[in-house]
């Protein structure tokens, strides 16, 4: 029985027993009035910071990150690419994101009621994960706007150095449509817990499902981990790839820029519980010592197989550590949480150091290794690291008053995990294979051969990184 199926027969089961729980006669959802007086100041106020936590992913980190990767010659068009998606991403979200991921609509996408934040205001409220407990609505909207920014900025890694930027952007704004909003909506969107009376199906294809991803392991990583491996792919090696050494022009950036991911990472998972509770404090304290085990891990492995250890290799087994654990983050114990970090590393490693070179395709920053893959992990991982017998928070039962921990099935959340990661798979494989395709053949996504050897600072953007 899937969890919509069970959350429906909760539903029946609580109205024709109301009143063994409620004196006021059958369970009712609450008035705008009422969801206006649930808001608590100290979970929007965590929810604010945790926006600005995870914005601070993208710029400055994820573009010091990236940029510190590249020849000088392209660092400059790195540190672009990223700022520019995040702005662009903004004003998609605002316009017509949001409504389409986080609306009532159909089991795939949402409806366009709230277009152009149509109905949202000051005193308009989100749902969280507790009856009674709401936060307010702008504050759902710009956090997950800083979601739909990071995402489609991980994509550009994988084809580093060999993209022209105006094709770029408009990639950014389609795959947006088309590929993330439906898989945000798909595994993140339902009505909320006071809602499963009036509204039992109101909810998301794989949320539905009963996948569990508490702060984007599919949405973000699986996501924009394929896209980018099809986008590397389907534009082709670098020039000179395998030929022409390209060893990274700052790893002092590189590790500055990984290091503020670390940081802004505790946002973008923790403040995924939308509450400043004991689960939030759960989900930070998953996150650090993940992290802290993946990044230990991968330099064990380059001990064993170089013998030595690289700072390149221990930022990007960090980085390992924080996809694996984000969709588990909210659901895993501690002690779990290292073993998730300690196990995603090896596996990160073998893709990375091995898989790309006998398959030959030139995933520039590793994107596809790390992100796509990582998540893969995580996300398996999840359906067995959130079992209560293992100190997991199991799946949540919102039919009982207060919410409490259902029924736990290891190998039937294993195999639901497995549906949803198959899914996002093809969803953004496929849709970002086609977008690829229409705009390399209508303008064009590659510069010229000239263009690509003086480097895409100069060529695209008319400036350097460095003036020395």
């Not at 945790?50 to 990767?69: K, Q, R």
């Not at 105006?166 to 909506?185: D, K, S």
């Not at 300690?342 to 490693?349: A, I």
Request: hydrophobic share 55%; net charge negative; charged share 10%.
């Amino acid at each position: 029985m899937t969890r919509l199926n069970k959350w429906i027969a909760g539903a029946a089961t609580m109205l024709a027993t109301a009143p063994a729980f409620a004196q006021d006669g059958p369970i009712k959802a609450p008035t705008a009035e009422q969801m206006a007086g649930m808001v608590d100041k100290g979970d929007t106020t965590w929810m604010l910071v945790s926006s600005a936590l995870v914005l601070l992913m993208s710029i400055p980190a994820l573009a010091l990150f990236y940029g510190g990767l590249v020849r000088t010659k392209n660092m400059l068009s790195l540190l672009m690419q990223v700022f520019m998606i995040v702005s662009i991403a903004a004003l998609v979200w605002v316009s017509w994101g949001y409504t389409l991921a986080f609306t009532s609509g159909t089991p795939f996408i949402g409806s366009l009621s709230k277009l152009f934040l149509q109905g949202v205001d000051a005193t308009t409220v989100a749902a969280t994960f507790s009856n009674n407990v709401y936060i307010p609505e702008y504050a759902f909207v710009v956090f997950q706007m800083t979601f739909a920014c990071i995402t489609p900025a991980l994509i550009v890694g994988a084809f580093a150095e060999r993209v022209k930027f105006a094709p770029l952007m408009l990639f950014v704004v389609a795959w947006l449509t088309i590929v993330y909003f439906p898989i945000a909506h798909m595994v993140w969107y339902w009505a909320g817990p006071d809602f499963l009376v009036d509204a039992p199906a109101d909810m998301g294809y794989l949320w539905g499902m009963g996948a569990l991803d508490f702060a984007g392991g599919t949405v973000v990583h699986i996501n924009a981990g394929i896209a980018g491996l099809v986008g590397c792919i389907m534009i082709g090696k670098r020039i000179g790839y395998g030929k022409e050494a390209t060893p990274p022009h700052s790893l002092t950036m590189t590790m500055i820029g990984a290091s503020l991911l670390w940081v802004g990472w505790f946002g973008f998972n923790a403040g995924s519980n939308l509450e400043a509770n004991g689960l939030a404090a759960l989900a930070f304290i998953n996150t650090f010592v993940a992290t802290a085990a993946a990044a230990v891990a991968w330099a064990l492995v380059e001990q064993i197989h170089h013998g030595r250890p690289s700072l390149l290799g221990a930022v990007t087994g960090a980085v390992a550590g924080l996809v694996a654990i984000t969709p588990a983050s909210g659901f895993a114990a501690p002690m779990t949480s290292i073993l998730i970090g300690l196990f995603v590393s090896p596996v990160c490693y073998l893709f990375v150091a091995v898989v790309k070179n006998k398959l030959k395709y030139d995933d520039t920053l590793d994107v596809f290794g790390v992100h796509c893959v990582g998540g893969i992990v995580g996300a398996i991982a999840t359906g067995i690291v959130a079992d209560p017998a293992l100190g997991g928070q199991g799946w949540i039962d919102y039919t009982v008053f207060p919410a409490v921990a259902g029924e736990y099935d290891m190998a039937g959340q294993v195999i639901t995990q497995a549906k949803a990661v198959i899914l996002t798979l093809l969803w953004s494989g496929i849709g970002s294979a086609v977008l690829f395709f229409i705009l390399d053949k209508t303008i064009g996504l590659r510069p010229s051969e000239d263009a690509e050897r003086e480097g895409l600072d100069l060529s695209s953007h008319g400036e350097r990184a460095y003036n020395y």
